[in-house]
C-alpha cells in the first residue's frame, strides 16, 4: 500500500516537473555542487593522506541576509548560516537539530516532534521562508516541515527582517535554500539506520543535460517510529531542478518539490506536570508514555510547490531578478491527548481534537540589483516590489473523550471512537503588497546600509459572517554601519523596525493594529578565511535590545477581555564561531544569553515574568577531528556538548522546564566514494522535560539517540 502511495507521489512530481518546467525561487542563493565535500587521496611527501575537503564548512555570505551578495562581514545584522558541508559532516536531520550549536536560536522545544521544525529565535517564533519567499504556513505553526534533505543552507537572519521581507516577527525569521543543478556531474545515495526504527533511502544526482541546460533530482523515503508507544510515521519527498543558461545575460532555474508526511498515534507529549517535573506518589511516568489513542490518532500531510527564479544581466554592474511561487499545503488530524489529572494521581482525562487547515499560496519578487560608483563612493543598490496572496481555511472539532491510566494505559478500539463535528476556525485571504529599497554606501572602509519599505496588506476574513476585511499599511527601515579593519575584524551597529498584522477585534469591537517591533543591535565580527597555515574562521558577538508593542493580550475570567495593551522586551548577548584547521579539525561554538520579559498584559501574573520557551542561558560547543595519514587515514571522531537553562512553558503559568546538560557524539569514516557515519544525539540519555506548557502538557526532550549512515558518493 505505501509502495503504491510513493509510487504515486513520484509520478505526480515528475508530472509537475515537466509539465510546469519551473521551480521554487533564488538560483543566485545556491552554490554549484563543486563545492561540495568532497574526499581525496593525495601523495603528501611521499605519503598518502586522506583529505576531507570542505570550502563551505566556515560560511562567506548569505544572500538571505540582503536578497544581493552583500558578504556577512559587511551586513549589519546578526546572521548564521548552516550550509550543507555542515549538515553532512555533524549528521544533523532536521532544522530543530541543525541549531543546536547556533546562537541566538533554540530548537526541539517540544522534545522529538515529527512534524514540524520548532524554532524560537531571540524569544519569539520565527516564520519560514522557502528560496528567499514566504512558506505556505498555517495560521497556528509557523513551519511547513519539508525535510532539511531537500535544502543547501539555511540562513537564521536574527532581529527584525521586515525591510526586505514585510511582515514578520522581531525575532527575525529563517531562510532554507533548496539544492541546485550543476553543470558537473555528482551526487549520493544514502541510506540511514537507527533508534527507534528509523529507517532512510535518499539520494541526489545532478549534472548537465544539454550545453545550456542543467538539472538535479533529489528524493527521499523515511519510515521511522518515536520514543512514545504506538508510533510510527511515513515521508517521501521529491524534488526536481533545472537550470537553462538561455543566453549569456539570461538564466532560468527551475524547481519543484513534493512531500508526503503521515504520522500515526502520536501524542505530541500532554504528559502531566505531576510524573514528569513534579514527583508523583505512583512513580515516575516513563518517555515512552502514550496518553492518546495508537490506532485513532493521525495526522496527514501534503504538500508542493513550483515556481521560477528569472535572471538578466544588464551588464556587470546591474542585473533584474525576478522570483515567483505557487505553493499548496494541506494537513489534516485526529488526535485525543491528556487534559487533566484526576485526584488519584494518575486517571487521565483526554479531549478528542480533530483540525484541518488548506493554505494556498502565490508569492512573488521582482527587485534590480545595481552597483556604482560616485568618486571614492561606491554604492549598492537594491530595489524591488514583492506581492503575496495566501488564502487559510481551517476547521477544527472538540469534544471530551474516555479517560485512561497513566500508568496503565488501555487503548481504545479506533471503530467505536466519534469523531466531534467540525466548527469554523480560519476562511481568509492575505493580499500584502511591498515596495523597498536599500543601498550600502561604501566609504573606504566603512559601509553604511540604509533601507527603507512600505508595506500594504489587506485581510478578509469570513469564518463567520458578516466577513470582515482588515487593512493596514506600514512603513518600516534599517538603518547600520559597519568598519571593516585590515586584521578582518568588523564592528557594526544598527537599528531596524518590523510589524506584524493581527487578526481579530477587541472587546470594544475595535480591530487590532499590527504589532511593532523595534530593535538596537551592536556587534562586531571577525573574518578569518584566509588565515595562513590552512585555518579559516567566522566569528561573531552582539548585543541587542527588542521591544514589541500591540501585543493582543486576553483574559478570561472574571470576564473575556482581549486589549492590544500586550508589551514584551528582550535584550540578550550572542557569540558563535565556525572554525576549520587544516581540512581536519572543525568547531562550532556559541553562548546565547537571552533576558526577556513581559512588560505589559492584562494577566497580572505574566508582567514582570520572561516569555515562554526562551532559556535564559545556552552553551554549546562540537569539536571534529579526522586522521589524514597512516593505515586509519580517513577516520574522524567528534563530541559535542549543549546547555539549555530552564524555560517557562506558557506565560502566565508559572511552569518551567528541566535545565539540560546533553553530549553528542559522531564517528565517521571517508573515502573518496564512501562515507560511513554514526550520529549519537544524547548519549548519556539524559531524561528531562523539554517544555510544560500546562499542567497536562508536558513533554520529554529527545532521548538517546543513534543515527548510522552509508553514503555512496558519485
Known sequence: MRTHHLSKTLKRSLLLATAAGICLTGAAMAQEETDAVKTTKENVNGATVVIVKSKRFVP?????????????????????????????????????????????????????????????????????????????????????????????????????????????????????????????????????????????????VTGALTSNLSARLTGLYLDRGAERNGVTAKRDLIAPTFTWKITDADTLTGLAYLQDDEVDGDTNGFLPEVGTLLSNPNGQVSESTNLGEPDYNTYKRNQWAVGYDYKHRFSDSLSFESNTKYSKYRENSKVIYGASLESDNRTVDRYNFPYMENVESFATDNRIDGTFTSGSVTHKVLAGVDYRDVKNFAQYGFSVASSIDLYDPVYSDASTISTPAWNPYTDQELKQTGLYAQDQIGIDKLFITLGGRYDEDKIVSKAYLPATTTKDSKFTYRVGANYLFDNGVAPYASYSTSFEPVLGTGTDGVPFKPSEGEQSELGVKYDGRKLDNGIKIFATAAIYDIKQTNVVSTTYSPAYKSTQVGEVEVKGFETEFVARINEQFSINGSYTYTDSEVLASNVSAEIGGPMATTPKDKASLFADYTLKSGSLGGLGFGLGVRYNSKSLGSNGTGIWSDQSTLFDAAIHYDTPDWRIALNGSNITDVKYVARCSGSVGCTYGAGQNWIATLTRKF
Open 60 to 204: 562567506a555570505g548569505a544572500m538571505s541576509a540582503n536578497k544581493t551578495d552583500i558578504p556577512l562581514i559587511k551586513t549589519p545584522q546578526s546572521v548564521s548560516v548552516i550550509n550543507r558541508d555542515q549538515i553532512d559532516l555533524l549528521g544533523f536531520t532536521d532544522l530543530q537539530q541543525a541549531v543546536r550549536y547556533t546562537a541566538g536560536a533554540f530548537g526541539e522545544n517540544y522534545g522529538p516532534d515529527l512534524r514540524y521544525d520548532f524554532v524560537t529565535m531571540r524569544g519569539f517564533t520565527p516564520k519560514q521562508y522557502i528560496d528567499g519567499l514566504a512558506a505556505p504556513v498555517t495560521s497556528t505553526i509557523y513551519s511547513t516541515g519539508v525535510d532539511l534533505y531537500a535544502f543547501d543552507s539555511a540562513s537564521i537572519i536574527k532581529g527584525p527582517a521586515a525591510t526586505l521581507y514585510g511582515n514578520s516577527p522581531p525575532g527575525g525569521l529563517y531562510n532554507e535554500t533548496s539544492r541546485r543543478a550543476s553543470s558537473a556531474f555528482g551526487g549520493e545515495i544514502q541510506a540511514k539506520l537507527g533508534s527507534y526504527d528509523y529507517k532512510s533511502l535518499a539520494g541526489t
